[in-house]
């Protein structure tokens, strides 16, 4: 059974930094991520990483979010620096498997507010 266990979501001022971090059990996943969905928006890409260490960022993230994965652990790091209140949002964690098998995570809020 495929779990996704993600911590570390919270609120932190404008600015601020925070990180995620979702460990995956119950299979081998070839893209680990992130996802995020704020209120009445659709749910956007924050950033993915391959088993083989390609990344792949949102445009609006690019230099301030850093995701780095360990494979050996199945999990995967969001650190989120310089955050926007209009980053506000359910962060969510995203696997895939090698046979394109799409895991979520069940979410994490995090607010960015003062």
């Known amino acids: 059974q495929v779990q996704l266990v993600e911590s570390g979501g919270g609120l932190v001022q404008p600015g601020g930094s925070l990180r995620l971090s979702c460990a995956a059990s119950?299979?081998?996943?070839?893209?680990m991520g992130w996802y995020r969905q704020a209120p009445g928006k659709q749910r956007e890409l924050v950033a993915t990483?391959?088993?083989?260490?390609?990344?792949n960022y949102g445009d609006s993230v690019q230099g301030r979010f850093t995701l780095s994965r360990d494979n050996a652990k199945n999990t995967v790091y969001l650190q989120m620096n310089n955050l926007k209140p209009e980053e506000t949002a359910v962060y969510y964690c995203?696997?895939?498997?090698?046979?394109?098998?799409?895991?979520w995570g069940q979410g994490t809020q995090v607010t960015v507010s003062s």
């Open positions: 995203y696997a895939r498997t090698y046979v394109r098998t799409t895991y």
């Open positions: 119950g299979s081998i996943f070839s893209i």
């Open positions: 990483s391959t088993s083989g260490g390609g990344s």
